[in-house]
C-alpha cells in the first residue's frame, strides 16, 4: 500500500515514527523562510540602495527630476489662481449686471456696477419674492399683476 499523509486520517495519532520517517516535520522551514528573506533584503538594500545613493548619475536625474516637479506644481498653481481670479471676476460682473437690470433703473446705462439690492423682510418681503419668481416663470416679468 501507499503511505498517506497522516493528517488526512484522523482515527490514527497525528505523530507516529513511521510518519514521522515518511513525513518529517519541518519546524526551522519557517525560520529559515525569514533568514532567506533577510539576507535577500540586505543585498537588495547595499546593491540597489546604496549604489543608488553613491551614483552621480542617479543624484542628478534625482535633482532634475525635483527641479522639474516642483516648476510644474508652481506653474499648476499660478494656472489655478488666474483662472479662480478670472472667474471671481465674472462671477462679480455678472452678480451685479443681473442685480442692475432686475431692477429697471440703471439697465440702461450698463457699465455702472452696483451693489445688490437688500430684499424685504417679514411676510410683506417673501410674498414679494414669490410674485416675482412666479411672474418670471410665467413670463410675465414687467407688467403683470403685482403679488
Known amino acids: 500500500t501507499t503511505a498517506t499523509h497522516p493528517s488526512l486520517h484522523h482515527d490514527r495519532p497525528l ?5 514521522f520517517i515518511l513525513y518529517p516535520i519541518h519546524p526551522n522551514r519557517n525560520t529559515m523562510n525569514q533568514f532567506v528573506q533577510r539576507v535577500a533584503n540586505y543585498i ?3 546593491i540597489f540602495i546604496k549604489g543608488l545613493a553613491n551614483s552621480k548619475t ?9 527641479r522639474h516637479i516642483t516648476k510644474i506644481k508652481k506653474e499648476g498653481m499660478e494656472t489655478l489662481n488666474t483662472h479662480v481670479d ?4 465674472q462671477a462679480t460682473k455678472a452678480a451685479f449686471s ?8 440703471t439697465s440702461s446705462k450698463g457699465s455702472t456696477l452696483m451693489p445688490p439690492t437688500k ?3 417679514g411676510i410683506s418681503g417673501f410674498f414679494s419674492a414669490l ?4 411672474r418670471r416663470d410665467l413670463g410675465i416679468e ?3 399683476k403685482k403679488g
Open 119 to 121: 430684499p424685504l423682510s
Open 44 to 46: 537588495a538594500n547595499e
Open 86 to 89: 478670472e472667474l471671481h471676476k
Open 131 to 134: 410674485g416675482k419668481v412666479i
Open 58 to 66: 542617479f543624484q542628478k536625474f534625482a535633482v532634475h527630476t525635483d
Open 98 to 105: 443681473t442685480s442692475s437690470n432686475s431692477s429697471g433703473g
Open 15 to 19: 505523530l507516529t515514527l513511521t510518519s
Open 142 to 144: 414687467g407688467g403683470g
